[in-house]
Nanobody
Framework: QVQLVESGGGLAQAGGSLRLSCRAS????????MGWFRQAPGKEREFVAI????????TYVDSVKGRFTISRDNAENTAHLQMNSLKTEDTAVYYC???????????????WGQGTQVTVAS
């Protein structure tokens, strides 16, 4: 069993930055794909970014390319999402997730954090 806990959310101004972290406990994340997803009020949960188990591959949704960077530190059992040039439309609850397949489909992820709120003000 893996427990995931996100941190780093909060309020930012448009154009600003936040860094989200996802810390795992229970077992090592080193064999899992890590994903970040988000859900805005009244909308479905959407894929944001994923990173392969070794960090060699990353994939982003088009709307965050060039602004967000996903990374991981297997030694620290953590994953991160660096968010720069934030926009008001980035406002959402952000979730990290761990899975075995390198896919965007949230249904394929096994473990989920509780989410952290990101609010971007204009």
């Amino acid at each position: 069993q893996v427990q995931l806990v996100e941190s780093g959310g909060g309020l930012a101004q448009a154009g600003g930055s936040l860094r989200l972290s996802c810390r795992a406990s229970g077992r090592s994340l080193s064999t899992y794909v890590m994903g970040w997803f988000r859900q805005a009020p009244g909308k479905e949960r959407e894929f944001v970014a994923i990173i392969s188990w070794d960090g060699a591959m990353t994939t982003y949704v088009d709307s965050v390319k060039g602004r967000f960077t996903i990374s991981r530190d297997n030694a620290e059992n953590t994953a991160h999402l660096q968010m720069n040039s934030l926009k008001t439309e980035d406002t959402a609850v952000y979730y990290c997730a761990a899975g075995l397949a390198y896919v965007r489909d949230s249904a394929k992820y096994i473990y989920w954090g509780q989410g952290t709120q990101v609010t971007v003000a204009s």
